[in-house]
């Protein structure tokens, strides 16, 4: 394991303002490794290509709209909207149960988590109202962002899946010339389609925003499988770290949590990111592509040397 967090290639690409530019904060650079972005398909919609547009109709079914913000924030219409292909599961999928009681209680919701901040992002500021994130990133003091974003995927026609990774990585590309000393990005890959995940990190690999590699796995699809190397492969070629970053469905135990979204938010950061670092390590495969390092966000590093020893 080579650290947590975007390594040793984060560096490339970071330059800041001349004197007179943003200030330091207590003789420091602030580069903010886990961020987030999700372009909604009103703002997606121009950097599909011809025949995706084309199919929009077809893919009106899918349509969900945006009525809370990433941090909880509760919109007010007209709202945005997302693609939403399948359910994934996991343990924020079925109704959940408080601690202490038998089972879920009639008609109860998942509830959005307690925001920690102080102040809300403003409502596009994951979205396409990228001078507003510059802003809100100089009011915070943030120098520089990683931002982690999703694809619409999921669709049972792969040409679809595909079409939407190309679109946000036409999006990233975009935004992120507009402030390449402030914004980069992940390249999204599916294990679902390993041909164009492939042929994804040789377009954007060498893209100054571009940081690393995140790969979609099926539910139950191990990391090590040997059906990826070519991904693996090329995100060495592209000198590309390979980037985990948690959530409620793709990690061990998470059929296990007893319907209850306490333990689902308590286990899930550990356990993905352990469970990545073990397959990843136990593989070889940082052996074996030496110019890939292992990121992993959303999940601190405190287990790391109790499972380093364990290992």
């Known amino acids: 394991m080579r650290g947590t967090g975007v390594v040793r290639r984060g560096a490339r690409g970071c330059k800041f303002p001349p004197r007179g530019g943003i200030a330091m904060r207590n003789g420091f650079k602030v580069f903010d490794a886990d961020t987030h972005i999700q372009p909604s398909v009103e703002t997606l919609t121009p950097y599909m290509d011809a025949a995706t547009q084309a199919r929009q109709p077809e893919l009106e079914r899918f349509l969900h709209e945006v009525k809370i913000g990433r941090a909880g924030q509760v919109f007010d219409p007209p709202f945005t909207h997302w693609y939403r292909f399948e359910s994934r599961g996991g343990w924020g999928s079925g109704k959940p149960r408080h601690l202490g009681e038998a089972g879920p209680r009639e008609k109860e919701e998942r509830h959005f988590q307690n925001f920690q901040g102080r102040i809300y992002p403003s409502r596009y500021s994951e979205d396409g109202g990228i001078e507003t994130r510059i802003a809100e990133m100089d009011q915070e003091g943030v120098d520089v962002e990683l931002m982690v974003h999703g694809a619409f995927t999921g669709h049972e026609d792969l040409s679809v899946d595909a ?6 990585h036409r999006f990233l590309d975009d935004i992120c010339s507009r402030y390449p000393d402030r914004l980069t990005s992940l390249i999204s890959a599916s294990a679902r389609d390993v041909e164009n995940a492939v042929s994804e990190i040789k377009t954007w690999g060498g893209s100054r925003w571009a940081r690393g590699v995140m790969l979609e796995l099926p539910l139950d699809y191990p990391i090590d499988h040997p059906d990826l190397h070519p991904v693996w492969a090329a995100a060495d070629d592209a000198g590309l770290a390979v980037v985990h970053h948690s959530n409620s469905a793709g990690y061990p135990g998470y059929r296990d949590l007893w319907d209850n979204p306490f333990i689902g938010r308590t286990a899930s950061h550990p356990w993905g990111a352990m469970r990545m670092t073990a397959a990843f ?26 499972w380093m020893k364990r290992m």
């Open 163 to 168: 079409a939407m990774i190309g679109a946000v």
């Open 281 to 306: 390590l136990g593989a070889g495969l940082l052996d074996k592509y030496p110019n890939i390092n292992l990121a992993i966000l959303e999940s601190g590093f405190g287990w790391l040397p109790f």
